[in-house]
T-cell receptor, first 117, second 114 residues
Framework: DTGVSQDPRHKITKRGQNVTFRCDPI?????LYWYRQTLGQGPEFLTY????????KSRLLSDRFSAERPKGSFSTLEIQRTEQGDSAMYLC???????????????FGSGTRLTVV | GENVEQHPSTLSVQEGDSAVIKCTYS??????FPWYKQELGKGPQLIID?????GEKKDQRIAVTLNKTAKHFSLHITETQPEDSAVYFC?????????????FGKGNQVVVIP
């Protein structure tokens, strides 16, 4: 296993189209996160899963966004009716909690860069 | 919510000199503070982290210090090399509820001049 994989690396779409991104986490990691990063900014939290359960969603995640992790392994992030403001890098990360430690670093993928034209 | 700020936004150093990046945070409940390095076209890579029960941590040329009273933490890179050129992000855990959500700063562009 070579880390967190994201597909595609780049996506150009027309405004109003739907897009779906895929993330394959490190296999033994049970937590999976989606972040969004715009130019010149740090990543912003969107949502996270523990196994197949989506435990938290940011207010940034409008009704047009949906994320799934059906079998607790890979995850998909879908954006419906894309808008130009959705243009960003979408980063996926995964982690595995260590007993006794509530917070721990996670491993990011290389991201999917979305451009809405 | 948590607000994380980084200073300076851009830092240029001569190869071999030290680089220091400072971050402040607002949520007193934050208890985990990682630093990430991001190179062009790649995702952020964890380089070092510190938890609230320690004040300093070192890993070879990289060190992080934490002052919980003042709510600031810093990244120190010694003997900088050209491959240290990248954008560095500090982050702080949002609360201490074990969900591991992070709030990130805007990043610092570090340029190491050969």
């Amino acid at each position: 296993d070579t880390g967190v994989s994201q597909d595609p690396r780049h996506k150009i779409t027309k405004r109003g189209q739907n897009v779906t991104f895929r993330c394959d986490p490190i296999s033994e990691h049970n937590r999976l996160y989606w972040y969004r990063q715009t130019l010149g900014q740090g990543p912003e939290f969107l949502t996270y899963f523990q196994n197949e359960a989506q435990l938290e969603k940011s207010r940034l995640l409008s009704d047009r966004f949906s994320a799934e992790r059906p079998k607790g392994s890979f995850s998909t992030l879908e954006i419906q009716r894309t808008e130009q403001g959705d243009s960003a890098m979408y980063l996926c990360a995964s982690s595995f909690p260590t007993r006794g430690r509530l917070n721990y670093g996670y491993t990011f993928g290389s991201g999917t860069r979305l451009t809405v034209v | 919510g948590e607000n994380v700020e980084q200073h300076p936004s851009t830092l240029s150093v001569q190869e071999g000199d030290s680089a220091v990046i400072k971050c402040t945070y607002s949520d007193s409940a934050s208890n985990y503070f990682p630093w990430y390095k991001q190179e062009l076209g790649k995702g952020p890579q964890l380089i070092i982290d510190i938890r609230s029960n320690v004040g300093e941590k070192k890993d070879q040329r990289i060190a992080v210090t934490l002052n919980k009273t003042a709510k600031h933490f810093s990244l120190h890179i010694t003997e900088t090399q050209p491959e240290d050129s990248a954008v560095y992000f500090c982050a702080a855990s949002i609360g201490n509820y074990g969900n591991n959500r992070l709030a990130f700063g805007k990043g610092n562009q570090v340029v190491v001049i050969p």
